[in-house]
């Protein structure tokens, strides 16, 4: 099968911290700026040196969601799913409450072609936020790779709903027509979803933590 477009989630977050009522400390500050370096590396497609940077951030908290999340989204961008998946599967471990990990989570398992596993992270992003569009786009690619074309039309009008005229949600409804018509076509989804985050375009999820 020629496979002419990928059908991942690329989507953009922005992560500000808020540091309430409490010091800083030098341990803190250095893997805000290991995560920055990390985000801006990704930025000048510096793959390699984020995955470092990211590395190094989590090194000094190994509960940095964050960092986990966006290593997966450098991973990903790398096609090295398999360890994209073991990133954003700690992030899950850590904040199953934050949809992005599980997000991210979908686009590796869809980069596996483990489809109904991509279903079932792409549910639990949307059971942690109702209102993740980037769950359902994830949920639709991937019913749309089993050929479940109604039901990735259904997916794709309820991200429409809650984010009227997204790009992604149209191409991936489109796309679903076009199949649930009977019309051969050898080719994935024509999905190409921008991931912005200050300048970036990437594959996966990609968050942007800067200090105020």
């Not at 985000?39 to 964050?66: H, P, Q, R, W």
């Not at 639990?124 to 936020?129: E, L």
């Not at 479940?148 to 997204?166: H, N, T």
Request: charged content about 25%; aromatic content about 8%.
């Amino acid at each position: 099968m020629k496979i002419t477009y990928q059908r991942l989630l690329i989507t953009a977050l922005a992560v500000t911290l808020f540091i309430a009522a409490q010091p800083v400390s030098a341990g803190d500050m250095n893997k805000i700026e290991y995560y920055n370096l990390a985000v801006d590396c990704a930025n000048a497609g510096n793959f390699e040196e984020a995955l470092s940077a990211a590395d190094s951030a989590i090194a000094i908290d190994e509960n940095f969601t964050l960092a986990y999340t966006t290593k997966a989204g450098i991973l990903n961008a790398m096609g090295r799913y398999d360890e994209a998946l073991e990133s954003a599967g700690k992030a899950t471990e850590i904040r199953p409450d934050q949809p992005e990990g599980w997000v991210n989570m979908a686009s590796a398992l869809i980069g596996l072609e483990r489809y109904e596993e991509a279903i079932e992270a792409s549910e639990s992003a949307i059971k942690a936020d109702p209102e993740s569009v980037e769950g359902y786009i994830t949920k639709g690619t991937a019913l749309g790779e089993l050929g479940r074309y109604d039901e990735e039309i259904a997916v794709s009008e309820k991200a429409l709903r809650i984010s009227p005229g997204d790009s992604h949600a149209l191409a991936n409804k489109g796309y679903a027509e076009e199949m649930s018509g009977g019309e051969k076509n050898t080719e994935k989804s024509p999905v190409t979803l921008p991931f912005v985050v200050t300048g970036v375009i990437i594959a996966g999820i990609l968050f942007c933590l800067r200090k105020k």
